[in-house]
């Protein structure tokens, strides 16, 4: 197999985009013994798991933010206004179909009443002329003695049933409308409730995406730092032994950087600063003086220009903010430089 699809295959295989078929090839060939670059498989893996720190976060632009804030607040008057409006259309239906109920009952009821009193005087008439034929006189047909006094009967429940049926209703409807209202109101507090716990989960996100930019401006240093692979760490610690302060230094010799970062260390006067030193065969080399304010990695400003076999040691000594050309004779922090230590 050629080195390029080599390559290819092992790039395809650190990013985890192999098909099956190439996934197939590229382990039989590693089974039957077939040979790769040394490490290079390792470092494509190494490189592919620091792809998501390297990457930049985008910001929306600030106008975005007040669309969305329009949009929300768009989305809520429809909301409640087709809420309203399909609660008002449910309950006005079965209002009136109550209502309509109510009516046709009692007018059934007269209807009948109205029926069989026809219907009796009906039956009387002719028992009445019945009787006249046999007798063999002529009686005064009298339908209409049975007939005048109905009405004054019926005429007063027409109107006291119509009384009841107009009360009945509009007590119906006030009680309605009451409901109505009712359920208005508190589907309205509801929605008012939603658009709070919206507005308050909006707040709890910008804050987290403020803590997420913080950390990344914070340790973005650190993190790129990190790419380079002759990374050596030295810890400094207090000559005094009843104080915690300390520091560590991070020093790369290929790219000539570095990283300090400082731990629990006495507050400054506002003309001081803490400066740091790189002892070689007794003769002490700036790299720059510091005030920290937190945790914070710090880019070391000055780097030694002299090979990392003579340096003996590291130390931080308290001078003046600008720096002096020959470290004090108290030490603050000192630390030993390692010859062999390295982080890969």
């Known amino acids: 197999m050629s080195d390029d699809a080599i390559h290819e295959m092992m790039a395809a295989f650190a990013i985890g985009c192999m098909d099956r078929k190439n996934f197939i090839q590229f382990k039989d060939y590693v089974d039957a013994g077939g040979e790769l670059p040394e490490g290079a498989l390792g470092e494509l893996q190494n490189i592919v798991s620091l792809i998501p720190i390297i990457l930049e976060i985008e910001q929306p632009k600030e106008s975005l933010k007040d669309e969305v804030a329009k949009r929300l607040i768009g989305l809520q008057d429809e909301i409640k206004t087709r809420i309203r409006e399909e609660k008002r259309k449910t309950l006005l239906g079965k209002t009136f179909q109550t209502a309509q109920k109510e009516i046709s009952k009692p007018t059934f009821q007269l209807s009948n009443l109205t029926k069989s009193t026809i219907v009796k005087e009906t039956k009387e008439e002719k028992t009445a002329k019945t009787k006249t034929k046999y007798e063999g006189s002529i009686i005064p047909e009298k339908p209409v003695q049975y007939m005048t006094p109905q009405p004054s009967i019926t005429q007063p429940r027409e109107k006291s049933s119509g009384a009841i049926i107009g009360w009945f209703a509009l007590l119906i409807s006030v009680v309605l409308f009451s409901v109505l209202g009712y359920y208005s109101f508190t589907s309205i507090e509801s929605l008012n409730k939603q658009i709070e716990e919206l507005n308050h989960d909006i707040t709890l996100f910008r804050s987290e995406l403020s803590r997420t930019n ?30 915690k302060a300390s520091a ?61 076999e003579n340096i003996e040691m590291l130390k931080i000594t308290i001078e003046s903010s600008s720096g002096s050309p020959t470290p004090s004779v108290q030490s603050y922090l000192v630390g030993n430089f390692p010859q062999q230590t390295k982080l890969r």
């Not at 990374?231 to 104080?243: A, F, G, H, K, Y």
């Open 214 to 243: 913080n950390f990344m401006n914070n340790y973005l240093s650190f993190i790129e730092f990190f790419n380079y692979k002759d990374v050596m760490i030295i810890n400094l610690t207090s000559v005094d032994p009843n104080e």
């Open 248 to 308: 560590r230094v991070f020093l790369s010799f290929d790219v000539k950087e570095g990283l300090i970062q400082f731990k629990n260390v006495k507050p400054l006067q506002p003309n001081q600063g803490y400066q740091l030193w790189a002892v070689s065969k007794g003769i002490a080399y700036s790299m720059g003086v510091y005030t920290p304010s937190s945790n914070e990695y710090i880019h070391i400003s000055s780097f030694p220009f002299i090979p990392k």
